[in-house]
């Protein structure tokens, strides 16, 4: 039988290394927050595209001893800890979210950060357009009252960045996307969405919504035609 204290020593030691390697890593990630703010084009500190990178890899090289859950949580506190140490994220969230969207947020961000409350999305755009360092929480887009913020004019210039829950469940669906002024990084593994006149729909996208003459649409493809307004992506990470 193993001696307990033996093996508590061991888990002290693997402690120590743990933070050593997080220090490392913070090391870095203020060394990556330098490169940004010198070059104010890429100086936007919400990485969802990457953040999912990471989680995918890490899900796929899981020895199995820990839930994939807990995987997300212990590195969704490294990520937005190590963001802080690069500048200040903004967070805007509308004072009509249900109770449900707010748990996605605190899940997404933890019980740590400090959520803004806003009266409505105009007063969000506006704030996002004067700071690429805020993002705003707000219903999936579609067609309800609340979902069809996605038509309004004062919406341009903004994009989609992600969308929550961040992780989905097998045949789950996202509830809320992030808006911010970066135009997102595609990647692999994106839903891209569009805004097109009703005659403009193509084969390979997806209606999402309409209003008026305006069609929302998604695609898993980018597509290139001046007829099909691109207004953001968000990357798809599911538990597997």
Known sequence: MKDLNSLRK???????????????????????????????????????????????RLFQNNEKYLKQSHIFSIWRTIFFSQTELQGDLKVYVLRSATKKQLEDIITFFGPEKKLQYLRSNKEGFNLLKKDSNSILFLDYPGTKKNSIWWKNKIFDKLYINAALPFVL???????????????????????????????????????????????????KQHIKTNKHKFIGSHPVTLYR
């Open 10 to 56: 061991k888990i002290d030691t693997l402690d120590s290394e743990i933070l050593k390697a997080l220090s490392k890593r913070a090391k870095i990630a203020i060394e990556i927050g330098e490169i940004k703010k010198e070059n104010k084009e890429k100086n936007n500190l919400f990485r969802p595209e990457r953040q999912s990178f990471i989680l995918k």
């Open 169 to 219: 469940k097998k045949n789950q669906k996202p509830s809320m996307v992030i808006i911010s002024k970066n135009k997102p990084v595609i990647k692999d593994d994106q839903i891209l969405f569009y805004k097109s006149n009703k005659k403009n729909k193509l084969d390979n996208m997806k209606k999402i919504a309409s209003s008026g003459k305006l069609l929302l649409l998604n695609s």
